[in-house]
């Protein structure tokens, strides 16, 4: 791996990537994949009163995909939701030094963002459920303006 984007802290973050397993009976449980290299996650969250309790991860991807998983996962884990879905890209490139990303290597930018986009669909699937199980109005714009 001698391309310049393997960095230590990378390559290190990837070999001992943290919250990597599986949840029994997740919240939210979403998976995506990158067509275009093959990388290919499943997030899982145990959710109590709109936080993060848990985390899990599992598939298989790149050093850089790994990585980033990884580090999402830190990110997220027992912060609340409106923090989650309002994690922006720059926060988990600049967590591994790879900032440089985007303009350097386009291509493996989907790698590096796939957990984030895998993230965003979960917990968006997850607070619409929610307002269609909702009973009262009052209810279903409290979860609506979590939306936003």
């Known amino acids: 791996m001698s ?7 990378i390559i290190d973050e990837a070999r001992n990537a943290q919250n990597e397993g599986i949840l029994e009976n997740p919240d939210i449980s979403q998976h995506d994949a990158n067509p275009m290299c093959g990388d290919s996650i499943t997030l899982q ?17 790149c050093t850089i995909c790994k990585a980033c ?8 884990k027992g912060k609340d939701l409106t923090y989650a879905k309002n994690l922006k890209k720059e926060e988990i490139l ?4 790879l900032e ?9 930018i989907k790698c590096a963002l796939l957990s984030l986009k895998t993230l965003k669909l979960g ?22 303006s ?3």
């Open 94 to 97: 600049s967590e591994l030094g």
């Open 3 to 9: 391309d310049p984007i393997y960095t230590e802290i």
């Open 100 to 108: 440089h990303l985007i303009r350097q290597s386009p291509v493996r």
């Open 146 to 148: 979590k939306l936003y």
């Open 69 to 76: 998983t990884s580090v999402l996962t830190q990110l997220i």
């Open 45 to 61: 969250m145990k959710v109590n009163d709109d936080t993060i309790s848990d985390i899990k991860w599992h598939g298989n991807g």
């Open 123 to 144: 917990l968006y699937t997850y607070l619409a459920k929610k307002i269609e199980n909702s009973t009262s109005f009052d209810n279903l714009k409290e979860e609506a």
